[in-house]
T-cell receptor, first 114, second 111 residues
């Protein structure tokens, strides 16, 4: 089964607007993490939300998690041109022992126009 | 702030050649990972490593792949005989608790 599917695939907004990206998953998880990737670059960890949490904030980021619907959203408020990047959700499930692999979605390409 | 580093940033190799991708995880982290991202596709899990042994590997991680932590700092991914389809960005990650921290990646191009 596919895990961590984001929508929309692409989002274009004006600077100052809010951007909302959604992620759905299929299996149970321990936590869900959001990452940003600038074109051709590495993955930057943004925020982690545990399966027993419903909402979390970090600066201009707000993440929600609904485990009953197996979905999460990432809200970026007051967007800036520098927020232009791909955003990925990744689900973590401890499959036993020390393993805690991440399963990534395809990502949302966010473009913030100045 | 400590970070995961990877070398080289870009590696070009001929099909059939061996490559070694190097990573230096964050020093007090205990769990190490390799992922890859083929251009335009999802980031995919390859292998996890803990206590000097593989704890899980994906079906991508066949016998052409191996990982090693030869000393207290480096963590390497070796591909014995590269194929065209191995061309991708390879990311190393490490964690101590829940968050995985990723390196900047090595872009591998197999010609």
């Amino acid at each position: 089964s596919q895990q961590g599917e984001e929508d929309p695939q692409a989002l274009s907004i004006q600077e100052g607007e809010n951007a909302t990206m959604n992620c759905s998953y299929k299996t149970s998880i321990n936590n869900l993490q959001w990452y940003r990737q600038n074109s051709g670059r590495g993955l930057v960890h943004l925020i982690l939300i545990r399966s027993n949490e419903r909402e979390k904030h970090s600066g201009r980021l707000r993440v929600t998690l609904d485990t009953s619907k197996k979905s999460s959203s990432l809200l970026i408020t007051a967007s800036r041109a520098a927020d232009t990047a791909s955003y990925f959700c990744a689900t973590a499930k401890n499959s036993g022992g020390s393993n805690y692999k991440l399963t990534f979605g395809k990502g949302t390409l966010l473009t913030v126009n100045p | 702030e400590p970070e995961v580093t990877q070398t080289p940033s870009h590696q070009v190799t001929q099909m059939g050649q061996e490559v070694i991708l190097r990573c230096v995880p964050i020093s007090n982290h205990l769990y190490f990972y390799w992922y890859r991202q083929i251009l335009g596709q999802k980031v995919e899990f390859l292998v996890s490593f803990y206590n000097n042994e593989i704890s899980e590997k994906s079906e991508i991680f066949d016998d052409q792949f191996s990982v090693e932590r030869p000393d207290g700092s480096n963590f390497t991914l070796k591909i014995r005989s590269t194929k065209l389809e191995d061309s991708a960005m390879y990311f190393c990650a490490s964690r101590r608790q829940n968050e995985q921290f990723f390196g900047p990646g090595t872009r591998l191009t197999v010609l």
